[in-house]
């Protein structure tokens, strides 16, 4: 199970959003995505943080009081970010996921830029395929 790796079952077209964008469209793009959050980047594709849809109710419930759509996503996110390597292991990610709270993981290069995310869904995924193999090679 160590060799399940994280980029082999990373969603690659995962949704991102940008830090200036108008949170308004930043829950568009979660709803359209159907995503619960995503990654947040700046102009070079730099995780700078992370936007949930529980960080979107508030400044979407006070922008509808007020029809005025003026926060920024930079305004709400959350700035300290789990995130994971594409290198690392499946199963080590799933022990984090027992105790963190995150459901959704960035996923980033070394330098921190983005390459896609992982949740919950993709990590049962791929420990029930790893032993759904190991049972079939069984005798």
Request: with cysteine; aromatic share 4%; glycine share 4%.
């Amino acid at each position: 199970m160590e060799s399940l790796k994280v980029a082999d079952h990373m969603n690659r077209r995962a949704v991102k959003l940008l830090i200036d964008m108008p949170v308004a469209e930043a829950v568009e793009a979660l709803l359209v995505g159907k995503q619960s959050g995503a990654p947040v980047v700046d102009d070079r594709n730099k995780v700078v943080g992370f936007l949930s849809e529980q960080d979107c109710l508030s400044q979407m419930i006070t922008s509808s009081y007020y029809r005025e759509q003026v926060c920024r996503v930079k305004d709400v996110m959350q700035t300290k970010v789990l995130s994971v390597k594409g290198y690392d292991s499946v199963l080590e990610l799933a022990q984090t996921m027992l105790k963190e709270k995150p459901k959704i993981y960035p996923v980033v290069d070394d330098n921190a830029c983005l390459l896609g995310s992982i949740n919950r869904s993709e990590v049962l995924n791929a420990i029930d395929m790893q032993l759904r193999d190991g049972y079939k090679k069984r005798p």
